[in-house]
């Protein structure tokens, strides 16, 4: 038996799990495990930025940051940890500047900042009875606040967190893959790994488990997400009958490269780019009139959409324009400071994306605009977490001793039912490093606790199960049918009708899947087999999210119910938990959004009230 003890054992290699990485192996030993090699993990494909009020080119403050990640989380954020995500960005950003983090910089040598979707700043000029149209109808304006590398930031990220683990000596186990989590009486004593290279089962006996394993956008056609983004450690916890959380909510990005859904990032739009329908017509100035192309993901994929559907596609088809031409943004006026630019300053912001779009598209965006569509982004839901990152065992509140989760794979719930661009990076690594504190604290209280005999046994059966199979049906066709009804049925818009059938399909996929077989026997780099492995994650997930999404009756953030097209205040103003009864199926129950109260006039008042969400 392959044996390895540390006090923590990180799963995933992305922005949540090195920051986690970084600040529990300051007091206990720390392993790092990770089935890609750490620098090829998801963050490191963030393109736009990383949210944080530090005002570097115009007013702004961290409760103007929580106030827009509440609204544009359609109010089901809690707050507390909204509040805590924003004050401590602004530090977080300055520790990463000081590991070497080479941010871009304004002219006199500060960190620079651009706008994103939805972060806004009050309009000191607005007038409630102005003129519908003019600036100072405007309650707020768009604000320059997310740091950036360029359109790479997220490489910059990771590849700055990886040297710091390297230099802080976090032990590191690449391309090994969990397959299991190690659960006794309801405590998480480790994990279950196979090392890809040789096939090998380890185990791996810790005090503190992170899961920090990413997203899980595979789960539909047109994605933005890599191939490995399976959401392994949010399958896992479920068929041990851990609850997720608000899973319901999957965030469609407006501008993905059409058909391939490759991401073209919001700062395409942040720096000045436009969207026009197949008549050439500016279509978000009727959807969200004060922010119009800045309006948040949701508002703008949903838009997308009604245009498309009212036969304004590009050539009646199911795509639209997005425009960076620097003749296009001057007409428009939408550069970040109002100031005319040329076609080398859009080059010098979105060097990336402008190659993306030649290579995949073979379109020059320079010179003519790209065809984009809504692709699958970002999991709001998952491990439902408190805010030292200690997973939770019920919508009570009760923890998982052992057991922690960040970033993407959990949900604490900062995002509420839709995350604002740029406020992934800054969750990563403002709850990575919280959750790594809490980790090397409970690891620091606690003695190893004992194993059971065989930790590894049910991993050994299940892929002797799979390895033992003829391999008759493919599972690429289980899997193509899995993202087309998760695309069609489950998507930017949803109905009863739509979603009993994804419920059905899913239900009738899963069966089929316990016969899948894979042609490659062997032991060595058998992705066929790791990819069964995946698909299986893939498949309980979507149960999951169409279990959420059934039981939703109305319309918040990124879950929009045709059939239920208002959010009902008074029904689900709550976050839903789904987990697995003793027989398997799908069970919800729900817990209440943190409110912050505040005493106002001698009154005790919510201190951020619902309000219709328009942009
Ligand atoms: C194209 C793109 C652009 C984006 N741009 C932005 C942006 O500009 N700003 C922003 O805020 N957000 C952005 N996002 C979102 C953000 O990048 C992600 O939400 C975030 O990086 C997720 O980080 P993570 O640490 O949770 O997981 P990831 O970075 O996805 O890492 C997951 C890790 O888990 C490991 N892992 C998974 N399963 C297993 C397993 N079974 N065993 C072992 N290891 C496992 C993987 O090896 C990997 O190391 C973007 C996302 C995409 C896809």
């Not at 989380?73 to 805590?84: C, K, R, S």
């Not at 606790?449 to 046994?457: A, F, I, R, T």
Request: aromatic residues 8%.
């Amino acid at each position: 038996m392959n044996y390895h003890r540390f006090d923590c054992i990180i799963v995933g290699a992305g922005g949540a799990g090195m920051m986690a990485a970084l600040e529990s192996s300051k007091t206990v030993g720390t392993a790092v495990v990770s089935k890609l090699y750490p620098t090829r993990s998801h963050t490191g494909a963030a393109q736009g930025g990383i949210a944080a009020a530090l005002a570097n080119l115009e007013n702004d403050s961290w409760e103007n940051h929580a106030y827009d990640t509440i609204k544009g989380g359609d109010f089901l954020v809690d707050q507390t940890a909204a509040e805590i995500l924003c004050k401590e960005a602004v530090e977080c950003i300055y520790e990463m500047e000081h590991m070497g983090l080479p941010f871009d910089r304004t002219a006199d040598g500060r960190i620079s900042q651009r706008r994103f979707g939805g972060h806004t700043k009050p309009n000191p000029k607005y007038d409630p009875n102005a003129a519908p149209g003019t600036e100072a109808a405007k309650p707020r304006l768009p604000v320059m606040r997310a740091c950036h590398a360029a359109d790479r930031t997220g490489h910059m990220i990771l590849q700055t967190l990886y040297q710091q683990c390297i230099k802080q000596g976090v032990t590191f186990f690449d391309e090994f893959h969990m397959l299991d989590l190690i659960m006794v009486e309801g405590e998480c004593r480790g994990i279950v790994a196979i090392e890809i290279a040789t096939g090998e089962l380890h185990t791996f006996h810790a005090k503190s488990v992170l899961l920090a394993t990413g997203g899980f956008g595979r789960m539909f056609k047109v994605s933005s997400n890599a191939y490995a983004l399976t959401g392994d450690g949010p399958a896992i916890a479920y068929r041990h009958g851990l609850p997720l959380e608000d899973m319901e909510f999957y965030q469609f990005h407006p501008t993905g490269i059409y058909r391939l859904g490759i991401l073209l990032s919001e700062a395409c739009r942040g720096d000045g780019g436009v969207m026009f329908n197949g008549k050439g017509e500016r279509f978000m100035e009727k959807y969200a009139p004060n922010l119009k192309d800045l309006a948040s993901r949701d508002v703008c994929s949903r838009s997308i959409y009604q245009e498309v559907r009212a036969g304004r596609g590009v050539d009646g088809k199911d795509y639209v324009y997005l425009d960076i031409r620097a003749e296009t943004i001057n007409k428009y006026k939408t550069s970040p400071t109002g100031a005319e630019v040329d076609s080398k300053w859009v080059e010098s912001r979105l060097p990336d994306i402008i190659d993306f779009a030649r290579t995949y598209l073979g379109v020059d965006p320079i010179k003519e605009p790209m065809p984009i569509q809504p692709t699958a982004h970002y999991a709001m839901g998952g491990v439902p977490t408190d805010i030292r990152g200690r997973a939770l065992r019920n919508a009570q509140g009760d923890i998982v001793p052992g057991l922690f989760s960040a970033g993407e794979s959990a949900c604490v719930s900062v995002h509420g039912a839709n995350r604002l661009g740029t406020n992934s990076l800054v969750d990563l690594v403002v709850y990575g490093r919280r959750a790594g504190r809490e980790m090397a604290k409970y690891a620091l209280e606690r003695e190893f606790q004992h194993l059971p005999s065989e930790p590894e046994k049910a991993t050994k059966d299940m892929i002797s199960a799979i390895l033992s199979r003829p391999r008759t049906e493919p599972w690429v066709k289980i899997r193509d049918e899995m993202q087309q009804v998760m695309m069609d049925d489950c998507g930017v818009y949803r109905t009863e009708a739509g979603l009993t059938n994804a419920r059905d399909t899913i239900a009738r996929l899963k069966e089929r899947y316990k016969n899948v077989g894979v042609q490659d026997k062997g032991s060595v780099f058998n992705t066929g087999l790791l990819e069964v492995i995946e698909l299986g994650c893939l498949l309980d997930l979507s149960e999951a999210t169409v279990a959420s999404a059934l039981a939703r009756k109305e319309s918040r953030g990124g879950h929009s119910r045709e059939d239920f097209p208002d959010r009902n205040d008074n029904e689900f103003f709550k976050h839903s938990f789904v987990s697995l009864n003793p027989d398997g199926v799908p069970v919800l129950s729900y817990k209440d959004v943190d409110v912050i109260m505040i005493e106002k006039d001698g009154q005790m008042t919510t201190k951020y009230p619902l309000e219709v969400r328009k942009y």
